[in-house]
């Protein structure tokens, strides 16, 4: 059983650029989570994919945006880039029905996250 | 928004000693989760208590919630030097799998 990978592990990048961070899922999990950690803070939820499509949405502007795909794998989206944006981003798979939590679940397993700087 | 709000910012114990860490939230929740974090990697899951549960045991791990204070506490005993980590604590409402996690409490536990 693999567990949450992410890719890249760090990443630099401009003000106003755009960047992609993927994620691959847990085996058996069909649904997929994205958090943003600020440094010192607790992880934010950002959005959540559930059968490709958004299923929950945190405070975050339209700039982010996501995608789920068929093997349940995902990838975060962000545009615009704001020196705000550097974060710790992670990203969670769980084997939910989508509409919380069923039997136990929505414990959420974390991939090592994509550290993003923005200068 | 965070939900949580983790108490002490905190802890530094010597080895061997009980750590006790609380959490409180602001609505109803579905459970409450904690999770610790290693050096500003990936969340790992310890253990879940439902709503209509007050106490839970996981190795050691003992996790108390009182719904009418809307705490909890996590309280690890006979504290190692590998229990130094980040704690969260996250409720969920049931609703989208969402978790709303605390800003989390330091452990430091010297050998």
């Known amino acids: 059983e693999t567990g949450v990978t992410q890719s890249p592990t760090h990443l630099i990048k401009t003000r106003g650029q755009q960047v992609t961070l993927r994620c691959s899922s847990q085996?058996?999990?069909?649904?997929v989570s994205w958090y943003q950690q600020a440094l010192g803070q607790g992880p934010q939820f950002i959005f959540q994919?559930?059968?490709?499509?958004?299923?929950g949405r945190g405070n975050f502007p339209p700039r982010f945006s996501g995608l789920q795909f068929p093997n349940y794998s995902s990838e975060l989206n962000v545009n615009a880039l704001e020196l705000d944006d550097s974060a710790l981003y992670l990203c969670?798979?769980?084997?939910?029905?989508?509409?919380?939590?069923?039997?136990?679940?929505?414990?959420?397993?974390f991939g090592a996250g994509s550290r993003l700087t923005v200068l | 928004s965070q939900q949580g709000e983790e108490d002490p910012q905190a802890l530094s114990i010597q080895e061997g000693e009980n750590a006790t860490m609380n959490c409180s939230y602001k609505?109803?929740?579905?459970?409450l989760q904690w999770y610790r974090q290693n050096s500003g990697r990936g969340l790992v899951h310890l253990i879940l208590?439902?709503?209509?549960?007050r106490e839970k045991h996981s190795g050691r791990l003992r996790v108390t919630l009182d719904t009418s204070k809307k705490s909890s506490s996590l309280l690890i005993t006979a504290s190692r030097a590998a229990d130094t980590a980040s704690y969260f604590c996250?409720?969920?409402?049931?609703?989208?799998?969402?978790?709303?996690f605390g800003k989390g409490i330091t452990l430091s536990v010297r050998p």
């Open positions: 996250a409720s969920s409402t049931g609703a989208n799998s969402k978790l709303t």
């Open positions: 085996s058996g999990h069909n649904t």
């Open positions: 969670a798979s769980s084997a939910t029905g989508g509409q919380g939590e069923v039997s136990g679940a929505n414990v959420l397993t």
């Open positions: 994919y559930y059968r490709e499509e958004e299923n």
């Open positions: 208590i439902r709503s209509n549960e």
């Open positions: 609505t109803s929740i579905n459970n």
